[in-house]
């Protein structure tokens, strides 16, 4: 990777477009740092400290996405959240409605329209995120001080519409950013601010790490060491998990047209392991935190009854969380595989340009293959997401202290996953820069 950066960086043309990549990062971490006004930051971190970590509520989530955006009250606080839940909405829509089904079937055209959508319910869904955040801020409180400056009169209105439409215009201005790095920077926009958001709150990490070898150098020392040990070791298995894949073999037939002969060469049907990426972990990770956050707008005033047992078994703290946590990923990937992949689809395109895999018979014998094949990788991506998921989570029921971090599990793997796609993207360019063509 380095090396490929070594490269593109003396070819003047990818050094601007990396150069404009770097300038729309500076720009999304400095307005990570400016605060919404009317708002007490101190009061927000405070809240959102106490009532957050280590918690697994909704609020976490975003504030882990947002690089700790949220808990900062700044004008990114929603980052590119709005964006990332219409996107996955829009391809569930997809696959569930026949309009849009045909829309995305269309090609280019169909493609843009889609896009058009997303935009609009992202629009949507950020005026709804920002709405449902000024009601939370309203709520917060520490030491009889208020969040929001302004709770009465004529002045709550005004200063309920100035932060809700910084929240508003600063996830409108993310999405903008994502999509000028991809016209003009490199790699995928969104993916670069998810990432440069995710990878903001490391030092932070790193902070805390040094923290707590300084207070207990006799335990924590020996902590810190194995756990950037396993960091580096996690790194690398997320890095072969992402490349491996599974290659079915095909044959195409030879035929004769004239005195020319035609087809006959052998190639293959590449599977990713991962095919699914982290789109099963946002999915259970949705859903699981759900009985937090109600608990965190209904607290658990009794030490028994059904609620106060509720609340304790969906306890990220506990064993029972782990486990249904490791089932629902499973279970997320085996239907998001099944949306992307149509074995019989596939095995009928096969059939038409006269291709098929050796040993098997054309039709539905070679869609019961695929399927087979299909279902043997999903499982093997399936538990190594949910392995990589429920890491922290251990990590938290080992010692609490450790429970804040966030460096490990779901971001590790998208900042590797966003790493190799920038870099894969960098040596495609090298390659068309250098490739002299026929002529030559």
């Known amino acids: 990777m380095f090396q490929t950066l070594k490269r593109a960086w003396g070819v003047p043309e990818i050094r ?4 404009y990549t770097l300038l729309m990062i500076i720009i999304f971490r400095f307005g990570s740092a400016v605060t919404v006004p009317f708002l007490n930051k101190e009061v927000v971190a405070s809240w959102v400290k106490m009532n957050t970590e280590g918690t697994g509520n909704f609020l976490e989530y975003l504030n882990t996405m947002t690089g700790g955006g949220l808990s900062k009250a700044t004008i990114f606080s929603l980052s590119i959240t709005p964006f990332i839940n219409a996107s996955i909405i829009m391809q569930l829509l997809t696959y569930a409605l026949p309009p849009l089904e045909r829309m995305r079937d269309e090609g280019e055209e169909g493609r843009k329209r889609i896009e058009k959508i997303t935009q609009f ?8 995120m920002s709405f449902a955040y000024y009601l939370t801020l309203k709520r917060m409180s520490v030491d009889g001080v208020n969040a929001v400056k302004y709770n009465s009169g004529w002045e709550m209105y005004f200063a309920g519409a100035v932060i809700i439409g910084c929240f508003v215009a600063g996830a409108l201005l993310v999405v903008w950013m994502g999509n000028r790095i991809s016209d003009n920077g490199i790699g995928n926009g969104i993916s670069v601010v998810l990432f440069a958001g995710i990878a903001a709150r490391f030092p932070t990490d790193a902070g805390l790490l040094v923290r707590l070898t300084k207070q207990e150098p006799s335990k924590y020392l020996f902590v810190t060491i194995g756990y950037l040990v396993f960091i580096i070791f996690e790194i690398g298995f997320v890095v072969f998990m ?3 894949e599974r290659r079915i073999p095909i044959q195409y037939a030879k035929r004769v047209v004239g005195r020319r002969q035609y087809g006959g060469q052998k190639t293959h049907i590449p599977i990713k392991v991962c095919m699914s990426g982290v789109m099963p972990i946002i999915f259970a990770m949705s859903f699981m935190s759900l009985p937090a956050t109600i608990q965190l707008f209904k607290p658990v005033t009794k030490t028994s009854g059904f609620y106060y047992h509720f609340c304790n078994f969906f306890s990220t703290r506990s064993w029972s969380y782990a486990v249904i946590y490791f089932l629902l990923i499973i279970a997320f990937n085996y239907f998001y595989v099944s949306i992307q992949y149509n074995p019989t689809e596939m095995a009928n395109n096969l059939r038409q340009s006269n291709g098929g895999i050796p040993g098997i018979r054309p039709g539905k014998p070679t869609a019961d293959y695929i399927q087979r094949v299909l279902s043997k990788i999903t499982l093997v991506g ?4 949910g392995v990589i998921a429920v890491i922290p989570i251990f990590i938290s029921i080992a010692d609490s202290q450790l429970a ?3 460096m490990g599990g779901t971001t590790i793997l998208i900042a590797v996953s966003v790493a190799l ?4 993207t960098l040596e495609s360019q090298l390659m068309m820069r250098h490739h002299k063509g026929f002529l030559k």
């Not at 601007?16 to 150069?19: F, S, V, Y």
């Not at 319910?121 to 709804?128: E, H």
Request: aromatic fraction near 12%; charged fraction near 20%; charge should be positive.
């Open 16 to 19: 601007k477009k990396l150069l």
């Open 121 to 128: 319910v992202s629009m949507a869904l950020a005026v709804f």
């Open 242 to 244: 992402n490349e491996a």
């Open 382 to 385: 399936a538990f190594f997401l």
């Open 404 to 406: 804040s971090l966030s």
């Open 421 to 424: 796609e920038t870099t894969r």
